[in-house]
């Protein structure tokens, strides 16, 4: 299957510090992007989906000066937690995929802990 | 915001039982997918069944679906101490993939 590389892994932070996680598709082109939000032991939410060249759509309640999203390529996408607050620390998930439909790949995850 | 609900939210069986999860969702789909998640790790495609399918095999996975209750099932037969994960059904009811809360599975050995 499609590979969907997200870096980093793991990082950690001190508050009110600025945070860029990278999502990558390795081998194929990703006309869609999306970045979720994922809290122990919960299930995936939704934070904005972005298409290649656009500004991304955000979910209600994701602030947009908060969480910044960029598409600029049809294989990079980049989520930056701007001002970290501890409350940011989460689990967060990208995926990508080729077209409308088709199956979408995921990223690792970026485990962000802010102190 | 979610799409669906899965029960239950936690199985734990012993290795070589079969495993039973179901989904429900709230709208109309295309199609259905199920992914695998093991902990803090991204998520892994397991199936699609599209709209138009009852059902569909991969493997030891089978899925049912069932448009007009809104709600498909997966059966993991012959379970591994490996397959202990968080399994999530997922649909696109605006082309954004939306999941449900997932069930933990824990397959004792």
């Known amino acids: 299957g499609a590979v969907v590389s997200q870096h980093p892994s793991w990082v950690i932070c001190k508050s009110g510090t600025s945070v860029k996680i990278e999502c990558r598709s390795l081998?194929?082109?990703?006309?869609?992007m999306f970045w979720y939000r994922q809290f122990p032991k919960q299930s995936l939410m939704l934070m904005a989906t972005s298409n290649e060249g656009s500004k991304a759509t955000y979910e209600q309640g994701v602030e947009k000066d908060k969480f910044l999203i960029n598409h600029a390529s049809l294989t990079l996408s980049t989520l930056t937690v701007t001002s970290a607050h501890p409350e940011d620390s989460s689990f967060y998930i990208c995926?990508?995929?080729?077209?409308?439909?088709?199956?979408?790949?995921f990223g690792a995850g970026t485990r962000l802990s802010v102190l | 915001s979610q799409q669906g609900e899965e029960d239950p939210q936690a199985l734990s069986i012993q290795e070589g039982e079969n495993a039973t999860m179901n989904c429900s969702y709230k709208t109309s789909i295309n199609n259905l997918q199920w992914y695998r998640q093991n902990s803090g790790r991204g998520l892994v495609h397991l199936i699609l069944i599209r709209s138009n399918e009852r059902e569909k095999h991969s493997g030891r996975l089978r899925v049912t679906l069932d448009t007009s209750k809104k709600s498909s099932s997966l059966l993991i037969t012959a379970s591994r101490a490996a397959d202990t994960a968080s399994y999530f059904c997922a649909t696109e009811p605006n082309n954004d993939m939306r999941f449900g809360a997932g069930t933990r599975l824990t397959v004792k050995p």
């Open positions: 995926s990508a995929r080729e077209g409308l439909g088709a199956i979408q790949y």
């Open positions: 081998d194929f082109q990703a006309t869609t």
